[in-house]
Nanobody
Framework: EVQLVESGGGLVQAGGSLRLSCAGSGFTFDDYAIGWFRQVPGKEREGVSCISFSDGKTIYADSVKGRFTISSDNAKNTVYLQMNSLKPEDTAVYYC??????????????????????WGQGTQVTVSS
């Protein structure tokens, strides 16, 4: 059974940092891609970052480029999202997702939620001003 479990969310002041973790099980962690998404109530889920094992790419949304860094420890089956210089507009529930079908690689739509097969339960990140 494929499972993804996020952790590391919390409350932080603007300008602070958090590191989110996404621990996966039930699949080979270097298959295709792992993405991070976020969602605010009443808004659509937004793609934040992706690490593509198929082609070695790391992809970031413009809104987080230069502030967030995605990385992986395949031995631990874990992907991290290091978030620095956090802003109040980064407040959201953050989800990690796994593309085990290769759609992100073949379509190039690394930050499109429709390309992902499995999702975690989410972790809340709140940035106070």
């Amino acid at each position: 059974e494929v499972q993804l479990v996020e952790s590391g969310g919390g409350l932080v002041q603007a300008g602070g940092s958090l590191r989110l973790s996404c621990a996966g099980s039930g699949f080979t962690f270097d298959d295709y891609a792992i993405g991070w998404f976020r969602q605010v109530p009443g808004k659509e889920r937004e793609g934040v970052s992706c690490i593509s094992f198929s082609d070695g790419k790391t992809i970031y949304a413009d809104s987080v480029k230069g502030r967030f860094t995605i990385s992986s420890d395949n031995a631990k089956n874990t992907v991290y999202l290091q978030m620095n210089s956090l802003k109040p507009e980064d407040t959201a529930v953050y989800y990690c997702a796994a593309d085990l079908s290769g759609r992100t690689y073949y379509t190039g739509s690394y930050l499109s939620e429709g390309e992902y097969d499995y999702w975690g339960q989410g972790t809340q990140v709140t940035v106070s001003s």
